[in-house]
T-cell receptor
Framework: AQSVTQLDSHVSVSEGTPVLLRCNYS??????LFWYVQHPNKGLQLLLK??????LVKGINGFEAEFKKSETSFHLTKPSAHMSDAAEYFC?????????????FGTGTRLTIIP | DAGITQSPRYKITETGRQVTLMCHQT?????MFWYRQDLGHGLRLIYY???????DKGEVPDGYVVSRSKTENFPLTLESATRSQTSVYFC????????????FGPGTRLTVT
């Protein structure tokens, strides 16, 4: 079984300040972890993915995430927020359970950027 | 256009009516998925398909029917729509069983009155 918990349903930051979106996961197998972004009235776009290679993963638009097995966390960060970062962010876990992998989504974190 | 498309983008229907949501992808991906997105739940898997004529239930399949006669199409049918099926529905596809990257359509907003 696998699950993911996004610790904040809503985060607000000022433009130019750092962004931290928190995610904890649970998985019976070695997990793969993803962050997806959803802009208003749009589909989901992959930001970055962790698949058991380097624990610090860099994604698009300056985002990165660090896989910490000891803390079962995969927090998303960005050094300096931009107005275009305002969106809903989903942490996603999947596991290689020797069959078809299915994505398990967190409930999402809405990121608001204050001008 | 290349990619994954959904139609209609918006739909209002009445309780008890049958509704079909369409999904089409141009990549010849083997796997296709249907999700629903509701506040407080993130995305939940309804059904998925590993290939043409192969489908399986996801987390919330009740009240839905799928078919996949062609690789590129994966329609989702609500046989008798209920208000609880008011949601945003996303179709997705990927190349194989490993979920390294899954591509999502733009979504269909369905309202059942």
């Amino acid at each position: 079984a696998q699950s993911v918990t996004q610790l904040d349903s809503h985060v607000s930051v000022s433009e130019g300040t750092p962004v931290l979106l928190r995610c904890n996961y649970s998985s019976s197998y070695s997990p793969s972890l993803f962050w997806y972004v959803q802009h208003p009235n749009k589909g989901l776009q992959l930001l970055l993915k962790y698949t058991s290679a380097a624990t610090l993963v860099k994604g698009i638009n300056g985002f990165e995430a660090e896989f910490k097995k000891s803390e079962t966390s995969f927090h998303l960060t960005k050094p300096s927020a931009h107005m275009s970062d305002a969106a809903e962010y989903f942490c996603v876990v999947t596991a290689n359970n020797f069959g078809n992998e299915k994505l398990t989504f967190g409930t999402g974190t809405r990121l608001t950027i204050i001008p | 256009d290349a990619g994954i498309t959904q139609s209609p983008r918006y739909k209002i229907t009445e309780t008890g009516r049958q509704v079909t949501l369409m999904c089409h992808q141009t990549w010849s991906h083997s796997y296709m998925f249907w999700y629903r997105q509701d506040l407080g739940h993130g995305l939940r898997l309804i059904y998925y398909s590993a290939a043409a004529d192969i489908t399986d239930k996801g987390e919330v399949p009740d009240g839905y029917v799928v078919s996949r006669s062609k690789t590129e199409n994966f329609p989702l049918t609500l046989e008798s729509a209920t208000r609880s099926q008011t949601s945003v529905y996303f179709c997705a596809s990927r190349t194989g069983p490993v979920a390294y990257e899954q591509y999502f359509g733009p979504g269909t907003r369905l309202t059942v009155t």
